[in-house]
């Protein structure tokens, strides 16, 4: 008789711990550092910001390298020129994401722009709360977990899994009605494959970090749309044609609107066909 090979569950032929573990560990150290900062935070009415939850996501990533003894740089990418190359490209990358459906409701004569006196007042604070949106949900969707569900399961059902967790996130989002939440889910789920994508071709987080970052300063920091259904002061402000809100994304931002889809769709598909290595 044939003899069955028997399956450690915990420990691979390697004989180091699964990744479905390592990603359990994740999650436990996460809840260990979170649930007593919220109590504190409850305690002294206070909100835990943006910021703190990248240094709280940031730490536990450490410590997961760290017990699995490997470099931290397995995780963002070796912080050298090439990163900070492929950081600029993803945030030209991200600015065109959100300038080319702007431009397409200007040509159209469905979006116009004033100048927001208040914009240059608040533009470095929109700056720092976006860079700390893209830092926590890159580490958090794209960096230890992602990467363990890579090497355990395959590229493509870690990026369904992880971007259907992203576009759970945000299901709570101010605007989630009518035909515009539809168009919302779907640039959302699309819009995690993309940034998933970036960091397969470059094994890096430094261009999904600059495509997420810029694509939202850009829509709101500096256009004046929403950004998931938020309403930040940017450098202008939209003024709007009587058009649907699914041509514009109405309160949500360009992110859910046809022309915001259409750009992610072929973004993602340029980006999914680009050999960044290649030669």
Not at 31 to 53: F, K, R
Not at 235 to 240: A, D, I, K, N
Not at 251 to 277: C, D, F, M, N, R
């Amino acid at each position: 008789m044939r003899q069955l090979t028997r399956i450690n569950p915990f420990l691979d032929s390697e004989r180091q711990l699964r990744n479905g573990w390592w990603i359990l560990v994740f999650f436990l150290v996460l809840a260990a550092i979170l649930v007593p900062t919220l109590l504190v935070a409850q305690q002294n009415a206070m909100e835990i910001s943006i910021g703190l939850q990248a240094v709280m996501i940031a730490l536990v990533t450490f410590v997961c390298q760290l017990l699995r003894r490997k470099p931290l740089a397995e995780v963002l990418g070796k912080i050298d020129a090439r990163w900070f190359k492929e950081l600029c490209l993803g945030s030209l990358v991200g600015s065109a994401l959100m300038l080319v459906p702007a431009l397409i409701l200007y040509i159209f004569g469905w979006v116009d722009w004033q100048i927001n006196p208040l914009g240059m007042a608040t533009i470095l604070r929109t700056a720092l709360l976006f860079a700390g949106v893209a830092a926590a949900e890159e580490m958090l969707f794209r960096g230890f977990v992602f990467q363990r569900l890579i090497a355990g399961l395959g590229q493509w059902p870690a990026q369904l899994l992880l971007a259907g967790l992203f576009l759970l996130t945000h299901l709570a989002n101010p605007g989630m009605t009518g035909t515009i939440k539809i168009l919302a889910y779907i640039n959302i789920f699309l819009a995690s494959v993309l940034f998933g994508v970036a960091y397969i071709r470059t094994e890096s987080l430094a261009m999904p970090l600059g495509l997420h970052f810029m694509a939202n300063l850009m829509q709101g920091g500096v256009l004046g749309f929403g950004v998931s259904g938020t309403d930040p002061l940017g450098l202008m402000r939209p003024v709007f044609a009587r058009v649907p809100d699914w041509i514009t994304g109405g309160q949500i931002g360009l992110e859910a609107s046809i022309p915001g889809l259409l750009v992610v769709v072929i973004t993602l598909i340029l980006l999914y066909k680009w050999k960044p290595h290649a030669g």
